[in-house]
């Protein structure tokens, strides 16, 4: 079962090459954003001897991670983003391209079930390719790091302490990955529907997809005058169970307007027992289920011929 | 001796059209069983039951195994190649060998590299990049290399050059099969391997019009060339075909003593083509 599921997933990255080429695609992409940025602020020679005077010797280490938190978080948030248009073509296009290339009956013809096919397209989409975005995401902090030190070490500053004793590595990239994997839990019922969707549809898939996901609140609108099912689908891009709220006042030590250092964590602001006691959370996960078991059912009973 | 294969009355609908209708018939261990139909006959539909791709009415056994409800258990010891199951265009060689040879229990890898280095196939390059020849050589290497009990080959040579399917058909013979396999293939190209084939069986609108092993046929059946008055003669007989060609008669008789026929003219046995022909006609009329 397990050495089955591994071939199945191997072969998702045969076949969808984007799974590991988006990922490569944005880190060069901040890779070159953070040299030409670099590049820039090497024009303005006396205010970068300010900024790093100041950095290390007025800024607390508190406040130096805030600054490198900062950027992390913008870095990454373009590895998300990319990350969710990933996965809606993945999963739209995992059933249906194999109907449409004709090779479905090749794969049935190996002693493999249609339950462990769809169950090995589901892991891809909600932890395989999270996992590996987040291993870009590492890989991408690392490789601009590296180049960040070494410029601030041209430029007289000491890179061991503004950078390597400030930034909060481990705390960063284990809040991401708990961040994506949560994402993928949460949004399951829409890889469910789009595994559903790939399965049963003979053509255009996005199209299907999305079509009732416009015209179902629209239809509920007009004749129910309610919003029930906008709410439940679309409320769920909304605010996720996973952030715990975050108190300004205590973010901000009063006194003397330094950050609390506790609060600087991002895994701090992280709740993962609420996620996993939310009503929220299951519903999601029984709604994927319900539409993988659909999707399976499809590619058991359907004659493709 | 137990049979391979089983059907008992097994029935396939489609809304109100019968694909299969109440079709009855046994394959035993090591035959190559010939399934000639035309197009829309059925086979296809037989085959997708007895691969467990489609569910049906009626009994069918495979090997022991209900073959809708157990089709993983029933796959490890069935390979198929089928017009409609392509290879994926997107996959390279080596990769396709990686994954059989995780998910099959009986495929063996050397065997495959064996078959493969007779072709011209490289293992780096993508099915995409082959001939259509290319992809069956590797299709049947694959299969090959599987160490499986029954072969199923639904119209495997469809749209290949006279070379590549004489070769098909060679390579089956002396490289896979053997007294423990049981072959079972449909084509349209009937008299490419009628001289291989064990047993045959014809199905039309879903009907079995004849199962037979081969060596019966020349029992069973016999065909008549004469002309003039042998011929009136001949008719009175009752033969199920009669053909006119260069100014002879070809007549086809069923279940008659050659002993009856001999003196009015050249007997021979039937080709299964023209004996397909004379059954369908006959089912028709």
């Given at each position: 079962?397990?050495?089955?599921?591994?071939?199945?997933?191997?072969?998702?990255?045969?076949?969808?090459?984007?799974?590991?080429?988006?990922?490569?695609?944005?880190?060069?992409?901040?890779?070159?954003?953070?040299?030409?940025?670099?590049?820039?602020?090497?024009?303005?020679?006396?205010?970068?001897?300010?900024?790093?005077?100041?950095?290390?010797?007025?800024?607390?280490?508190?406040?130096?991670?805030?600054?490198?938190?900062?950027?992390?978080?913008?870095?990454?948030?373009?590895?998300?983003?990319?990350?969710?248009?990933?996965?809606?073509?993945?999963?739209?296009?995992?059933?249906?391209?194999?109907?449409?290339d004709k090779?479905?009956?090749?794969?049935?013809?190996?002693?493999?079930?249609?339950?462990?096919?769809?169950?090995?397209?589901?892991?891809?989409?909600?932890?395989?390719?999270?996992?590996?975005?987040?291993g870009?995401?590492i890989?991408?902090?690392?490789?601009?790091l590296?180049?960040?030190?070494?410029?601030?070490?041209?430029?007289?500053?000491?890179?061991?302490?503004?950078?390597?004793?400030s930034?909060?590595?481990?705390?960063?990239?284990?809040?991401?990955?708990?961040?994506?994997?949560?994402?993928?839990?949460?949004?399951?019922?829409?890889?469910?529907?789009?595994?559903?969707v790939?399965?049963?549809?003979?053509?255009?898939?996005?199209?299907?997809?999305?079509?009732?996901?416009?015209?179902?609140?629209?239809?509920?609108?007009?004749?129910?005058?309610?919003?029930?099912?906008?709410?439940?689908?679309?409320?769920?891009?909304?605010?996720?169970?996973?952030?715990?709220?975050?108190d300004?006042?205590?973010?901000?030590?009063?006194?003397?307007?330094?950050?609390?250092?506790?609060?600087?964590?991002?895994?701090?602001?992280?709740?993962?027992?609420?996620?996993?006691?939310?009503?929220?959370?299951w519903a999601?996960?029984?709604?994927?289920?319900?539409?993988?078991?659909?999707?399976?059912?499809?590619?058991?009973?359907?004659?493709?011929? | 001796?137990?049979?391979?294969?089983?059907?008992?009355g097994?029935?396939k609908?489609?809304?109100?059209?019968?694909?299969?209708?109440?079709?009855?018939?046994?394959?035993?261990?090591?035959?190559?069983?010939?399934?000639?139909?035309?197009?829309?006959?059925?086979?296809?539909?037989?085959?997708?039951?007895?691969?467990?791709?489609?569910?049906?009415e009626?009994?069918?056994?495979?090997?022991?195994?209900d073959?809708?409800?157990?089709?993983?258990?029933?796959?490890?010891?069935?390979?198929?190649?089928?017009?409609?199951?392509?290879?994926?265009?997107?996959?390279?060689?080596?990769?396709?060998?990686?994954?059989?040879?995780?998910?099959?229990?009986?495929?063996?890898?050397?065997?495959?590299?064996?078959?493969?280095r007779?072709?011209?196939?490289?293992?780096?390059?993508?099915?995409?990049?082959?001939?259509?020849g290319?992809?069956?050589?590797?299709h049947?290497?694959?299969?090959m290399?599987?160490?499986?009990?029954?072969?199923?080959?639904?119209?495997?040579?469809?749209?290949?050059?006279?070379?590549f399917?004489?070769?098909?058909?060679?390579?089956?013979?002396?490289?896979?099969?053997?007294?423990?396999?049981?072959?079972?293939?449909?084509?349209?190209?009937?008299?490419?391997?009628?001289?291989?084939?064990?047993?045959?069986?014809?199905?039309?609108?879903?009907?079995?019009?004849?199962?037979?092993?081969?060596?019966?046929?020349?029992?069973?059946?016999?065909?008549?060339?004469?002309?003039?008055?042998?011929?009136i003669?001949?008719?009175?007989l009752?033969?199920?075909?009669?053909?006119?060609?260069?100014?002879?008669?070809v007549?086809?008789?069923?279940?008659?003593?050659?002993?009856?026929l001999?003196?009015?003219?050249?007997?021979?046995?039937?080709?299964?083509?023209?004996l397909?022909?004379?059954?369908?006609?006959?089912?028709?009329?």
């Amino acid at each position: 079962m397990i050495q089955h599921q591994i071939a199945l997933i191997k072969r998702e990255f045969w076949e969808h090459r984007s799974i590991y080429i988006t990922p490569i695609a944005i880190a060069s992409i901040v890779t070159l954003g953070t040299l030409a940025a670099l590049m820039f602020a090497s024009g303005f020679a006396k205010e970068l001897d300010v900024a790093i005077f100041g950095a290390q010797n007025l800024a607390g280490e508190a406040e130096r991670r805030v600054a490198l938190t900062g950027f992390f978080l913008s870095s990454s948030w373009l590895f998300l983003f990319a990350l969710a248009i990933l996965t809606v073509f993945y999963s739209l296009d995992s059933l249906y391209a194999e109907r449409k290339d004709k090779s479905i009956l090749f794969w049935r013809s190996l002693p493999i079930t249609d339950a462990e096919t769809v169950i090995s397209k589901l892991i891809t989409a909600i932890v395989v390719i999270p996992v590996v975005a987040v291993g870009a995401i590492i890989a991408t902090h690392l490789v601009n790091l590296i180049i960040a030190s070494i410029w601030v070490a041209t430029k007289g500053g000491d890179a061991g302490l503004l950078i390597w004793g400030s930034v909060p590595l481990i705390d960063n990239w284990l809040a991401a990955l708990v961040v994506v994997l949560a994402t993928g839990i949460w949004m399951s019922p829409f890889i469910g529907w789009f595994l559903f969707v790939s399965a049963f549809t003979k053509r255009s898939p996005l199209l299907m997809a999305f079509m009732p996901l416009v015209l179902i609140p629209l239809l509920e609108g007009i004749f129910l005058r309610s919003s029930v099912f906008a709410e439940a689908v679309f409320g769920r891009g909304g605010v996720m169970p996973i952030f715990r709220e975050l108190d300004l006042e205590q973010f901000f030590n009063e006194d003397h307007m330094r950050v609390n250092e506790e609060m600087i964590s991002l895994l701090a602001h992280l709740d993962i027992v609420k996620f996993f006691t939310s009503g929220g959370t299951w519903a999601g996960i029984i709604v994927c289920g319900l539409l993988t078991t659909g999707a399976i059912y499809v590619r058991r009973f359907r004659d493709e011929s | 001796m137990t049979s391979l294969v089983s059907a008992q009355g097994v029935t396939k609908r489609f809304g109100s059209f019968t694909a299969v209708d109440n079709v009855s018939f046994e394959i035993e261990k090591g035959r190559i069983l010939g399934l000639i139909g035309p197009n829309g006959a059925g086979k296809t539909t037989l085959l997708k039951a007895l691969l467990g791709l489609t569910d049906c009415e009626g009994q069918l056994s495979v090997m022991g195994l209900d073959p809708f409800k157990q089709r993983k258990a029933l796959m490890q010891n069935i390979c198929f190649i089928a017009d409609v199951a392509v290879l994926p265009r997107w996959i390279k060689v080596s990769q396709l060998l990686d994954f059989v040879e995780q998910i099959h229990p009986n495929f063996s890898r050397d065997r495959a590299h064996e078959l493969l280095r007779q072709t011209k196939i490289m293992s780096n390059s993508k099915v995409k990049e082959l001939s259509k020849g290319m992809v069956t050589q590797l299709h049947l290497a694959i299969i090959m290399s599987i160490d499986a009990k029954l072969l199923v080959l639904d119209e495997p040579t469809l749209g290949l050059d006279i070379i590549f399917r004489k070769e098909f058909y060679a390579n089956l013979l002396s490289d896979y099969f053997d007294e423990e396999r049981t072959i079972l293939v449909t084509t349209h190209q009937v008299e490419e391997i009628e001289n291989l084939l064990t047993d045959i069986m014809f199905i039309n609108d879903g009907k079995v019009l004849l199962d037979s092993p081969m060596e019966a046929i020349e029992d069973s059946y016999v065909e008549l060339l004469t002309s003039g008055e042998d011929a009136i003669k001949a008719k009175g007989l009752g033969p199920i075909a009669v053909n006119e060609m260069f100014g002879k008669s070809v007549m086809l008789y069923e279940g008659i003593s050659r002993d009856h026929l001999e003196g009015l003219g050249e007997l021979r046995t039937p080709a299964v083509a023209d004996l397909f022909v004379a059954k369908v006609k006959g089912a028709r009329q």
